[in-house]
């Protein structure tokens, strides 16, 4: 452990405030406290496979991130890390934000909607557990970049967005960058996806105000769902329920924030 002198200690208290107050000006998938060590550990490439080692030269800015952002977050599974480090997020962005695509925090992607932190992707992730051979299903396709990082460690992937414009977007940058694996549709979410149920994770980028009784109805005996559940437009909190028989058990992990979860019109 590096003894911090106090000059670096003020420094570090001031980036996590900086943090702090940049994840709370920009919803759609930030989460408070940020516990940001400001020295990351060890960096080491041998788990970042760049997606397209001759062409990319986002490779450098992906392993910080998965180091910096991610690891030094204390994520530690090691299929999520490699997941986060071989994955183009760059391909999810808008051009006008392609010099951000690896920095530590959401982007707009239109439709008043966000692609989230790449860590908030990585501790979703992590959250449900997901094995090579499950299913999984996710509410809130946005720019397909989730469903990118699920479908690198499963190809079980179903994902689900609710605005035509983005539904269509995401579907063509799967097609374009060979996600084939990745079946999507345009739907409300709220209903899950009965044709394909059960699921052995389920994970929830928008946030209702209530748990989705489908969503718990469509997951598999000893599966997980993550979910942030709160008020719009306010913080809310991220919970993590899993199913054992008939019986869930929820545990909270702490507060976030996302887009709402709206409704299609009935
Ligand atoms: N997972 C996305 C980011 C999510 S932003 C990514 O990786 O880019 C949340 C997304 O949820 C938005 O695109 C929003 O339109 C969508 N959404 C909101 N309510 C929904 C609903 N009821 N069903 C499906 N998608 C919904």
Known sequence: MNKLCPNSTLFIILLLLVQASLSACQPGAGVLPTPTPAVPATVSSADTTPATPATDRYAS??????EKQIRARDVT???????????????????DYLSQAYEDHPLPIGYGQTISQPYIVALMTELIELEPDDKVLEIG??????????AAITDQVYTIEIIPELAERAQQTFERLGY???VATQADGYWGWEE???FDAIIVTAAPDHVPQPLVNQL???????IPIGPPGGYQSLWVLERQGEEITRRN???????PLTRAEE
Do not use: C
Request: aromatic share 10%.
């Open 141 to 150: 396709t946005g720019s397909g970049y989730q469903a990118a990082i699920l």
């Open 220 to 226: 598999a005996d000893g599966g997980k769902m993550v």
């Open 196 to 198: 394909y149920a059960p």
């Open 180 to 182: 084939d694996e990745i």
């Open 61 to 66: 800015q992906r392993e910080s991130m998965v």
């Open 253 to 259: 992990w702490g507060g976030v924030i996302f887009v």
């Open 77 to 95: 599974n090691e299929a999520v890390l490699q997941a986060m480090g071989q994955t183009p997020r760059h391909e999810f962005v808008s051009s």
